[in-house]
């Protein structure tokens, strides 16, 4: 079972990027779903999750208003759509899939925000 993560790339501050997780081997209806980030020098950290089906999403207050969380359960892959980006959300990004006791991680698509 595994995660792959895509659409990050380079873009300038106020502009959008759509990071897609799709898993294969999993299905994501089932499990708690997360979105970390990890910029350079500093600790991952948890920006959004859900528990579970049918939860309260819950997003940092830092993404909060500019992040949205959405899924495709035909192509078992969620998405994270990022408006209105600033330099500081700069980072690697990562989906993560749990469900006791098994946790899957992806392997991080970078976000570089940049004029």
């Known amino acids: 079972a595994q995660l792959v993560e895509s659409g990050g790339g380079l873009v300038r501050p106020g502009g959008s990027l759509t990071l897609s997780c799709t898993a294969s081997g999993l299905d994501l209806r089932y499990y708690g779903i997360g979105w970390f980030r990890q910029a350079p020098g500093k600790e991952r950290e948890g920006i959004f999750c859900i528990r579970g089906p049918g939860q309260t999403p819950y997003y940092v207050d830092s993404v909060k208003e500019r992040f949205t969380f959405s899924r495709d359960n035909a192509k078992n892959t969620v998405y994270l759509q990022m408006n209105d980006l600033k330099p500081e959300d700069t980072a690697v990004y990562y989906c993560?899939?749990?469900?006791?006791?098994?946790?899957?991680w992806g392997q991080g698509t970078q976000v570089t925000v940049s004029s």
């Open positions: 993560k899939a749990q469900i006791a006791p098994y946790t899957y």
